[in-house]
C-alpha cells in the first residue's frame, strides 16, 4: 500500500527543527490564518480536548464519561507527549504518557483522568456523542451489534484517558478518498446516513476535538493543567501518539491494526486502511475553525493552500501517527423480560 502521510509528517517534522533552532517560540502567533470558506470562525468559549493519532472512543464501563485508548506496538516503541497547547516547548515539557498498570483483568481498567469544570453536556451516553459526531462531521465508529464489542485493558502497552462527555465533537485531519474496509462480515461501521451494516468506513480523521462550552478549568491526573477557558489555543489541551523515526511506509496500517487488537472479538488482519494516492496530502477537514493553525494539527506545509498562511509543525516529536481514530458505540440496554 502507498502511504504518504507518514514520511510527509516526518519531513515536515526534520524541517521544523531548523526553525526551532533560529527562534525560541515559532509559528505560536496564534489564530492567524483562514482555513478557507464554510468553516466557523473560531471556538466557542471554553476548553477544548485534542486527540491527535491513533485513539478508540468508548464509554467509560466505570462511570457516565468517555475513554480514549491507545495501544504502543511492540516492534516500535512509541512516545505519547501531552499537554496545553503550546506550552513552553510545545506540549513535550511532560513525559511521555506511561502504559497503566494493569489490573490482571481484561474487563478492569485503570486511567489517567481528566475532569473539567463549568460546563454542561447534552449528552449522557457515548453513543450519543458519536451519532452526532457521525451525522454532522463524519465520525467513524462500530456499531457494537448485541454488545459484543469490549476494550481488553490487560492489553501490553495500553494507555487509557478517562474524561467528560463533551458539549460537542469534531474530527480533523482527514484524507478525503479514504476509509476503513472490513472483511470480517461482523462488527460493522455506522457511518453517515444512519447506515448500520457497512463493512467499510466513511473517510478516515486521524485528529479528534471534544469541546466543552464555557468551561473553566481542567484537571489531568489531579493536576490542573488550564485555569480559565476561552477561544485560544491556550485552553486546548492535547494527547498524541507519535512513532519514532524512520518508520515505513505501511505504519499507519500497522498501527490501526496494533490499535483494533486491543478490542475483543475483533480480527485485526481483517481491516485494510486505504488511502489515496501518493501525491495526496492531509486536509484540516471541513469542521474546523479558521483559528485553529496547522502546527496544532500537525499538518505539513501543501497540506492547504499556502496563501492562507499554512505552516509546518515546529517540534519534530509533534508529527503523530497517521492512523485514524475510530469510536465504540455503547452495548444495546438489556431487554425487559
Known amino acids: 500500500m502507498n502511504y ?46 485534542f486527540f491527535i493519532g491513533a485513539w478508540i472512543f468508548c464509554t467509560d464501563p466505570l462511570g457516565d464519561q468517555l475513554l480514549a485508548v491507545t495501544v504502543d506496538m511492540a516492534s516500535m516503541k512509541h512516545t505519547f507527549p501531552y499537554g496545553v497547547w503550546p506550552g513552553d516547548e510545545g506540549i513535550n515539557q511532560n513525559e511521555s504518557l506511561q502504559a497503566n498498570p494493569s489490573c490482571g483483568s481484561p474487563t478492569q481498567r485503570n486511567a489517567y483522568p481528566v475532569t473539567i469544570s463549568n460546563f454542561k453536556s447534552n449528552y449522557q451516553c457515548g453513543g450519543a456523542v458519536f451519532s452526532d459526531a457521525c451525522d454532522n462531521f463524519r465520525f467513524n465508529y462500530f456499531q457494537n451489534e448485541g454488545g459484543k464489542l469490549s476494550i481488553l485493558f490487560n492489553t501490553p502497552g495500553i494507555r487509557v484517558v478517562s474524561f467528560p462527555f463533551p458539549t460537542r465533537m469534531i474530527t480533523a485531519n482527514t484524507f478525503l478518498n479514504s476509509n476503513v474496509t472490513n472483511r470480517s462480515g461482523a462488527h460493522y461501521f455506522h457511518v453517515k446516513g444512519g447506515a448500520t ?6 473517510y478516515v480523521a486521524s ?40 518508520t515505513q511506509q505501511s505504519h499507519s496500517q500497522d498501527m490501526l491494526r496494533n490499535l483494533l487488537s486491543s478490542i475483543s472479538p475483533l480480527e485485526p488482519g481483517k481491516f485494510d486502511l486505504n488511502l489515496p494516492d501518493q501525491d495526496a496530502s492531509p486536509s484540516a477537514g471541513a469542521y ?22 499554512t505552516h509546518i509543525p515546529f517540534h519534530a516529536d509533534l508529527a503523530s501517527c497517521a492512523a485514524p481514530g475510530l469510536g465504540i458505540n455503547d452495548p444495546p440496554p438489556p431487554s425487559k423480560s
Open 197 to 202: 451494516t457497512s463493512n467499510v468506513s466513511d
Open 288 to 309: 474546523v475553525p479558521n483559528c485553529v493553525d496547522a502546527s496544532e494539527l500537525t499538518l505539513p506545509r501543501g497540506s492547504e493552500d499556502a496563501s492562507k498562511g
Open 207 to 246: 485528529a479528534h476535538i471534544f469541546e466543552y462550552e464555557n468551561a473553566s478549568t481542567l484537571t489531568f491526573n489531579d493536576a490542573v493543567m488550564i485555569e480559565q477557558g476561552s477561544k485560544r489555543y491556550r485552553s486546548d489541551f492535547h494527547f498524541h501518539t507519535v512513532p519514532p523515526k524512520g
Open 4 to 49: 504518504t502521510r507518514r514520511s510527509v509528517l516526518r519531513n515536515a517534522a526534520r524541517i521544523s527543527i531548523g526553525l526551532a533552532a533560529s527562534s525560541s517560540l515559532p509559528l505560536l502567533s496564534g489564530c492567524h490564518h483562514g482555513w478557507g470558506p464554510g468553516h466557523p470562525a473560531t471556538f466557542s468559549p471554553g476548553i477544548r480536548i
